[in-house]
């Protein structure tokens, strides 16, 4: 049975301040080194406001949080009505390198803040939560590196160096940190350094110049002096469908690549996972008699999109679909006979 959604009301989230954070995601995970190894969480939040900006937190950070909110909200010791149920956080885990332990936990609490940000407007406004997801001035004063979870994966950028206006008519943003390219496409660029922008590749991320070089950055990175002009960002939809007690639920989701694009089992795993975070979720296809067909790894992937080409759909759908359902529901698969 899934849980009650706590959606906010609407007429509450107006009434929020507007510093509130309204949604948070891992961009990267940094080892730190002192009397003991560690690893925290590079975490972009966004508030309602509209500004973006990242916090460093360590898994210890969650749980402490966790235990407070349960303690205050939960359905055992919550005082009525400031009642609610939590999204689940991952366990601590005591097998395995700190560093796998890290990146496997990285989809899990990303559907872990995804849920306590859409939690009641009350919850919103705990001050505990609010500190966690507040910008401190350590926050504040550590350099962000590659960011490599917001970069985009397959877009590749145009080349297009004609200027065919004034230096100061041109969009442009300036420096704010060092940046260094992880990969060919990005564009590596000092602290002060004036970039001109050529394209938004998606919201996270830009493509610009300096001097003779081209290549993509983070949007976090730098400060905007003259925007580019305003245009729609083109979205690319997934059809999906989630099987659930007898009832098929039809949900499009919004991804921002190219219909093309051929995922990785992980990757497309991963956003079914952040579309429905308080579900055990499990992939599957429909062929060609319309019985569902369980997807294990890469190399069921082919399959999905050979299927897929058989059908024509809107130009900015993926031309295949997903049938998502429970693990452990076993009844949605036919017998053959």
Known sequence: MSLPRQLRDESDFD???????????????????????????????KTKGGSKYFIYRRYSQFFTLHAKLELNYG???????YVCILPVLPPKIYVGSKN?????????????????LNSPVWLLLDEDLRVF?????????????????????????????????SDMDRPRAEALFDFKGN??????????????????????????????????????FVRIIKDLPEEQY????LRCYFHDDDICHIRDISVEEDVRKCPSYKELLDLIRNEFPDVDVVLNMQDNEGELIRLMDNSDMDLLITQGKRKTRAGNYFPWELHVTRNGDLDIYGTGS
């Open 75 to 81: 359905p055992e010791n919550g005082i009525p009505p």
């Open 133 to 165: 997801f507040c910008q401190t001035v350590f926050d504040s004063e550590r350099i962000p590196r590659g960011l490599r979870r917001l970069r985009p994966q397959t877009r590749k950028i145009k080349q297009n160096t004609q200027h065919v206006c």
């Open 15 to 45: 009434q929020l301040p507007e510093d509130v954070a309204v949604s948070a995601h891992i961009a990267d995970v940094e080892e730190k080194r002192g009397f003991t190894v560690y690893y925290a969480f590079v975490i972009e939040v």
């Open 100 to 116: 796998e332990i890290a990146e496997s936990r990285i989809p899990l609490l990303n559907a872990y803040m995804k849920g306590l």
């Open 183 to 220: 990969a060919a496409p990005e564009l590596s660029f000092k602290s002060g350094d004036v970039i001109y922008l050529l394209s938004q590749i998606n919201r996270d991320w830009l493509e610009g110049t300096v001097g003779d070089r081209t290549g993509i950055f983070p949007h976090s």
């Open 234 to 237: 083109s979205v690319s939809l």
